[in-house]
């Protein structure tokens, strides 16, 4: 079939931080140098910030270097008071730590909602020219004759069926052709997987790793005690996943008395039978976050994953005509629980590099390695260096954790072992045959919901006539070894219900597929025990439309 | 052929949609807007007879800045022309005040075919396509699922209980669309390219040659006294058993002795 073509200097592919960051910079420093340059950012989500969900504390440092007048452009900033406190939690009660480590400090930052972040970052970069296409996802990445040279993207075709036809409305998919193409996929991008496997840029590097969060935007009523408590920031650690599964939760204040809600799960979870998703209800239940969010009404829930592996699994940043940057190329400081301010920071060092690189007509790897350059010698350096081995710490089991981070603490980050080895979380689940535990009870729907009442919150959608974006390269499998071993974990681990197991007309086994539920947090391929999940882009558009988390 | 599509940018009703402090309109801060759905059915017909027949495809919309996008959106999918009219007069009015600006405005622009949505569904009141044509006084075709155009005029079907009729108007005419008239198109990434280049005039009432009293709030005559969300649905209660029969023998227990509806 014979595609349009589209041609730009650069093309980002993605619209989070990382990306709208470089694109609004790349733009601003061609203004200063009197250069025209035609950008153009895609991204799969129906509108920018459709899929963006974080936190979020931001740590304005990137923001300031990049628009040092956000404030008057009326940036979206939820809270500008942030106190801090972290508790301890044990199954019925807490305990304040009285000290709060200082990476954890967070005054000075802001609580924002990554999604309308994105959404105002997406209208400056309009302004600024930079053409802005949501509602296109990119699903191949295109080569030069050699196949060595990225030459940028196919965007995937729309208005085909279940059987793979083309409908009465098919629009085929163009090729967006760029002298260097810029990869901002956010965690477990699906691009960045093809283009390193044939690339090879995590060859020789620690395995990416992640964590997975289930998060809620609340309303509480204006008499709860909470809109004035002393603390406005609250991170907790312990109850419900303990202290050998990675992770902890997060409670911040917002305006119009909303809290953001979340709890985050370290992918390198051993428990077969651990559910994320019910983690997460029991942790909205102990009494500490129960009392503060009682009363309330969720407005939106969503799910997304996060880039943790830190700098001993930064990928190779360059390749001949495109780069690597934000979560995709794991910028974000576990340390700090921030990915914000080093996406932006590396998307816009990045512009920096491809600026020089496209007024010279060179993007070869060799001179798109500049951005690396760069990038060691910015304060993204700084965080992540002193962080390299913290996350590793934190999968330690038990109190050996506290031991190794104290170790890391005294040492400036090199602890007892520099570096710590880091484990693909597709290899961390041991055998799980017993029941899970049981269910979290007494759902109201308001406050507490089940998995669909939350994928409705979401709301996310996707065109249901088109073929299922999820590959499942071994059926069977599914219902032999992965069941008899782990007794199916993806019915899990997926915060979305897109997986069930079923039975078919004969009484067997079988897997089914609810594909309109994705999030697109794509904890399904990251975790999956046998990797017999590949995600892929549904048709543009599709997904979460998250407007407040 | 000259054909005028109404269009409106209305809330995504997928987005979180909640009643204001006021009781009667609900917030704007966290909603997405989108191209009302049936308008689409409209601008994607439009375009369909424009390629068979050729002429021009007009998107005229009453609405704030913002409705911009929407009307962008129709030359993205292939309209030739927008005319916005943005005005705080216009602001506040109710189905009967809209459809005046509306024929105000159609008046102005050459056109043999209008096409509208047969319900914007924000407010649902299906009334706007019927009024701009008696303001024009033009005939008016409601709920069209097949359109179909002869000399002069125009063959539309709509479905009726039990059936469908067929009727026919001489142009110029206005139809509102039903569900399943066509499949819409998508925009294509050239088509918004292409869009950005294309005329959109933005206009006043006055320049219409309005009276501002007679349009927006000023010219309401429906009042909203209250907006409420509707009842939270029940948990739904799936019917198992063992066979299809059993089944269905149990869904007509339930109807009819649970929910004594049959
Ligand atoms: C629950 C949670 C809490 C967090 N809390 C904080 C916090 O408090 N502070 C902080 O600083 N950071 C926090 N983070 C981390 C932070 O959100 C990320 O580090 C940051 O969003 C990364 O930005 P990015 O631009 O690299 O990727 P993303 O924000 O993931 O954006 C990537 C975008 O690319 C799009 N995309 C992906 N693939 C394609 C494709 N093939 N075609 C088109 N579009 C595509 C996606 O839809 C998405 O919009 C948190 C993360 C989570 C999940
Ligand atoms: C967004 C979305 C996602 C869905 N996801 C799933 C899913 O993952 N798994 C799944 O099993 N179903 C799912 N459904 C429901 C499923 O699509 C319908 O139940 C089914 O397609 C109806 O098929 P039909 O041809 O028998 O119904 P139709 O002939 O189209 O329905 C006629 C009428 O029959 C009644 N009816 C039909 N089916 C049911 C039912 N199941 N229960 C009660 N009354 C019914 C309704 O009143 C309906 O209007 C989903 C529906 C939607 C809208």
Redesign the pocket.
């Given at each position: 079939m014979q595609r349009e073509q589209l041609e730009f200097d650069v093309l980002f592919v993605g619209a989070g931080p990382a990306n709208l960051a470089g694109a609004i910079h790349l733009k601003k420093l061609a203004q200063q140098n009197g250069r025209e340059i035609e950008v153009a950012v895609i991204e799969k989500a129906e509108s920018i910030g459709a899929h963006s969900l974080s936190g979020a504390v931001l740590d304005p440092r990137a923001l300031r270097e990049l628009l040092p007048d956000f404030r008057e452009r009326d940036c979206p900033i939820e809270e500008t008071d942030l106190r801090d406190a972290v508790f301890y939690l044990t199954a019925g009660g807490q305990f304040r730590l009285p000290y709060v480590p200082p990476y954890m400090h967070n005054e000075g930052c802001f609580i924002i909602s990554l999604s309308k972040f994105c959404a105002w970052l997406g209208s400056i970069a309009e302004e600024l020219g930079v053409n802005v296409f949501p509602g296109f996802a990119g699903v191949e990445a295109l080569y030069d004759e050699s196949g060595r040279r990225v030459i940028g993207v196919r965007t995937g075709d729309k208005g085909i069926n279940k059987e793979g036809k083309p409908k009465s409305n098919f629009e085929p998919g163009v090729d967006l052709l760029a002298k260097v193409t810029v990869f901002g996929e956010g965690p477990k991008g699906s691009l960045i997987r093809e283009v390193g496997n044939k690339l090879g840029i995590f060859t020789g590097r620690m395995p990416q790793v992640f964590e997975t969060a289930i998060k809620e935007v609340i309303e509480i009523p204006a008499s709860n005690p909470f809109l004035n408590a002393p603390f406005t920031v609250v991170h907790t650690f312990g109850y419900p996943l303990g202290l050998n599964t990675r992770g902890g939760g997060f409670l911040y204040r917002m305006k119009a008395n909303r809290v953001s809600l979340g709890l985050v799960v370290g992918l390198d979870y051993e428990d077969a039978l651990l559910e994320p998703y019910q983690e997460f209800l029991r942790f909205k239940k102990h009494p500490l976050i129960a009392d503060i969010i009682g009363g309330g009404k969720v407005l939106q829930q969503g799910a997304k994953t996060l880039a943790a592996g830190g700098w001993y699994t930064l990928p190779q940043l360059a390749v001949d005509g495109a780069v690597f940057v934000g979560d995709s190329a794991s910028m974000l400081n576990v340390q700090r629980l921030k990915g914000i301010h080093t996406a932006m920071k590396s998307g816009m060092l990045a512009a920096e590099t491809i600026l020089a690189a496209v007024t010279k007509d060179d993007v070869r790897a060799s001179v798109l390695d500049d951005y690396r350059v760069r990038l060691e010698g910015s304060w993204i350096q700084g965080e992540l260096y002193a962080a390299r081995n913290f996350g590793q710490a934190l999968s330690r089991k038990g109190v050996a954790k506290f031991i190794a981070l104290g170790a890391q603490f005294v040492s400036g980050g090199r602890g007892f072992v520099d570096p710590m080895k880091i484990s693909d979380d597709a290899d961390s689940l041991k055998p799980g045959r017993g029941a899970p535990p049981p269910p979290v009870q007494d759902l109201d729907g308001q406050l507490y919901l089940d998995k669909l009442t939350g994928v409705y919150l979401s709301g996310t959608?996707h065109e249901?006539d088109q073929p299922c974006h999820l590959v499942i390269p071994d059926a069977n499998l599914c219902v032999t070894r992965c069941w008899e071993t782990f007794r199916s974990p993806c019915t899990r681990f997926c915060p979305g219900q897109v997986y069930e197991m079923d039975t078919t007309d004969e009484g067997l086994p079988r897997l089914k597929l609810?594909p309109?539920?994705c999030l697109h947090c794509k904890t399904c391929e990251i975790k999956d025990p046998f990797k017999n999940i590949i995600w892929t882009c549904p048709e543009g558009g599709g997904g979460p439309k998250y407007s407040i988390v | 052929m000259d054909i005028v599509v109404l269009v409106k940018q209305v809330p995504d009703t997928e987005s979180l949609v909640q009643i204001a402090g006021d009781g009667v309109s609900i917030k704007k801060d966290d909603i997405k807007w989108i191209m009302n759905p049936y308008d689409e059915l409209a601008v994607e017909e439009a375009l369909r007879i424009k390629e068979a027949k050729g002429g021009t495809v007009t998107v005229l919309s009453v609405g704030a800045q913002k409705a911009q996008e929407t009307i962008r959106t129709a030359l993205a999918m292939g309209a030739d022309k927008g005319l916005l009219v943005n005005d705080p007069a216009a602001e506040g009015g109710d189905a009967l005040a809209t459809a005046r600006i509306l024929a105000a405005a159609v008046k102005n622009l050459p056109f043999d075919l209008i096409i509208a949505g047969q319900r914007a569904v924000d407010e649902d009141n299906y009334q706007v396509g019927a009024a701009v044509a008696e303001f024009l006084g033009i005939p008016h075709v409601s709920l069209v699922s097949k359109a179909e155009l002869l000399e002069g005029r125009i063959r539309c079907q709509r479905a009726v209980e039990g059936g469908s009729v067929t009727v026919e108007a001489p142009l110029p005419a206005l139809f509102t669309t039903q569900r399943g008239l066509n499949e819409p198109r998508y925009a294509s990434l050239p088509g918004i390219m292409k869009a950005k280049k294309k005329p959109l005039e933005v206009k006043t009432v006055a320049a219409l040659g309005l009276d501002p009293a007679r349009v927006g709030a000023a010219g309401r005559k429906v009042v909203v006294k209250a907006l409420r969300l509707p009842p939270e649905r029940k948990a739904v209660r799936m019917?198992a058993g063992e066979t299809p029969a059993a089944i269905a023998a149990e869904l007509v227990r339930v109807l009819h002795e649970e929910a004594r509806l049959i």
């Open positions: 959608k249901e609810n309109s539920n | 019917i």
